[in-house]
């Protein structure tokens, strides 16, 4: 174990040992059912290469020292790496700045946009091209220091999926941190994911995570919600913030009102999919039933002699039992809807299997 980076490397002086797991077999003179290395029984996968995106939008002035700084960290850890630079439409010359870069080492990947799509694009297109066992996202702003990448991947190496970084202190104005802070605690009440820092764009992922993971719109600062709710190990680990040297911040006071209804949207994704009827369902009848009782408080006026029909309180109890049947026949379209979706509802973590036994043992008996 390197103790400065915190996590498994291999030296010439050690020694790969197999302790034999023995498991039940078939008898007959066969051999036994099989043994099985340690390390096929290893919690978490050795992680044998990184991958890094960067998306970016005007960093021109940010880059070069960027890309030096992971450079250096990623050597030390001494693992085969990958920096995969995203430009989601710059117009300062970031393109150039990246190309440059791309004919200096063949480590650096770049992809460029034709104009500004976004940020979750700009990470779906990182993470499509990224090849690594471990993928680890972050700023061009300079405000992520590359020297916490260690930091995060000692959390994988400790079991976590998904490693996101908590800015700690967070060098930014109180315009910009205390929105942030708010914005956070709504997520984490409404989530149930216990995290500080949502938006973080530091954090660390394995494989499989993302391969679980859709995004679009502006979905990137839910990742970690949702891949909570795929079933993924969740972390967040402090990491040291900068502030801003080179030009200015690329998010205004509008994301928070796009947050609120990306928020809205990752709750239904995450708990309603695949039961929406249970969503429209509850709205449905607890309307329904609001709109019957005050259509059965009128019938029983009406019945005592007093007259209904001019009273504004039974089209109000109309309109709440017909639109409590909407929303319950919304629900059953949705349920109809997601009955035909072929997509899974049900992450895999690891799929162990063996040859079926008349397979493995066809060969081995033909060469007696």
Known sequence: MDEGLGIRQNTNDEQQVETPVKIRGRGNGRPDAGTFSRHLLNEEPEIRSISVVVPLLNEAESLPQLYHELVETLEQIALPFELIFVDDGSTDGSGRVLRALFAEDDRVQVIQFRRNFGKSSALVAGFEAASGDVVITMDADLQDIPAEIPRLLAELHDGADLVSGWKYPRHDPLSKRLPSSFFNSVVRRTTGVR?????????????????????????????PVLAHFRGFRVTE????????????????????????????????????????????GWIGLVTLVVGFGINAYL??????????????????????????????????????????????????????????FDARYTHHDDLR
């Open 195 to 223: 995290l500080h820092d949502f938006n973080c764009g530091f954090k660390a992922y394995r494989s499989d995570v993302l391969a679980e993971i859709h995004l679009y719109g502006e979905l990137h600062r839910y990742i």
């Open 299 to 356: 019938a029983v006026l009406w019945f005592l002699g007093q007259g209904i029909g001019t009273r504004p309180l039974l089209t109000f109890g109309v309109l709440l039992m017909i639109i409590g049947a909407q929303f319950g026949l919304f629900g059953l379209l949705a349920e109809m809807i997601t009955s035909t979706s072929r997509q899974r509802d049900y992450a895999v973590r690891r799929h162990l299997s063996r040859v079926p």
């Open 237 to 280: 680990t402090k990491v040291q913030h900068r502030a801003r040297r080179y030009g200015r911040s690329k998010f205004g006071a509008s994301r928070f009102a796009r947050g609120f209804f990306d928020l809205i949207t990752v709750l239904f994704l995450t708990q309603y999919t695949r039961r929406p009827l249970h969503f429209f």
